[in-house]
Nanobody, 127 residues
């Protein structure tokens, strides 16, 4: 059974930090790029960041550049999203997703057809 399980969400004050984790199982993790998306109430889903399968290519939405860092540990089948200097507008449910394909640093994440999705973790930033 394919699973992507997000963790690390919670309540944090503006300016604080959180690290989200995405633990994968049930598929060949090394073959997939992994992305993070978020959706705030009443808003469309936004592609936040992604990381390629093995060569370290990363993409960041303009809204998080310089504040968020994505990384992966293929030995642990896990992707991380370090979120610093959080703002109230970062409040959302964050989802990770897997993509069997090639990603680059410029293509918006929503342009990819992700293959698997997690159920999300809630991040709330209080101002």
């Amino acid at each position: 059974e394919v699973q992507l399980v997000e963790s690390g969400g919670g309540l944090v004050q503006a300016g604080g930090s959180l690290r989200l984790s995405c633990a994968a199982s049930g598929f060949t993790f090394d073959d997939y790029a992994i992305g993070w998306f978020r959706q705030a109430p009443g808003k469309e889903r936004e592609g936040v960041s992604c990381i390629s399968r093995s060569d370290g290519i990363t993409y960041y939405a303009d809204s998080v550049k310089g504040r968020f860092t994505i990384s992966r540990d293929n030995a642990k089948n896990t992707v991380y999203l370090q979120m610093n200097n959080l703002k109230s507008e970062d409040t959302a449910v964050y989802y990770c997703a897997a993509y069997l394909g090639i990603v680059d640093a410029r293509t918006p994440l929503n342009d990819y057809g992700m293959d698997y999705w997690g159920k999300g973790t809630l991040v709330t930033v209080s101002s």
